[in-house]
């Protein structure tokens, strides 16, 4: 299974004074996507940290079509664009309630060696897990 689905309601403190989601709140949806989705391999952000190994975000692309507004239900779904080498890529598409969608997203990560902030491959334990 390369892709996961996560569904939460949209808080009040999200939203603008027209009850609209503020555009910079999608960036921490996607990220709620992809922990969600490494979850489901049994890996943690907070594990892979505590081996050595950082994943920054170092390009973001969001296309909004709809807007998502307070307390509607929307789903996230996180797909592995291809095989993660030193970099691991995902796109997503985020749903409301009426299975519209409302965004279309890409975000590429780099693994990171916490010691060196240099580059690094994808660790093996995370490729075995994740076999495309």
Request: proline residues 5%; aromatic residues 12%.
């Amino acid at each position: 299974m390369n892709f996961n689905r996560v569904s939460f309601r949209v808080r009040y403190a999200e939203t603008d004074q027209m009850g609209v989601v503020y555009h910079g709140n999608y960036a921490q949806y996607l990220e709620m996507g992809r922990v969600e989705w490494l979850r489901g391999f049994g890996i943690s952000y907070k594990s892979m940290e505590e081996n050595g190994i950082m994943l920054p975000v170092i390009s973001l692309g969001i296309n909004f079509k709809k807007p998502a507004l307070y307390d509607d239900l929307i789903t996230v779904e996180t797909l592995l664009k291809k095989p993660p080498l030193v970099k691991i890529e995902f796109d997503y598409k985020i749903y409301n309630g009426k299975d519209e969608i409302l965004v279309e997203a890409n975000t590429v990560l780099a693994f990171i060696d916490k010691k060196t902030n240099r580059p690094v491959k994808c660790p093996d334990y995370v490729l075995e897990k994740i076999k495309m």
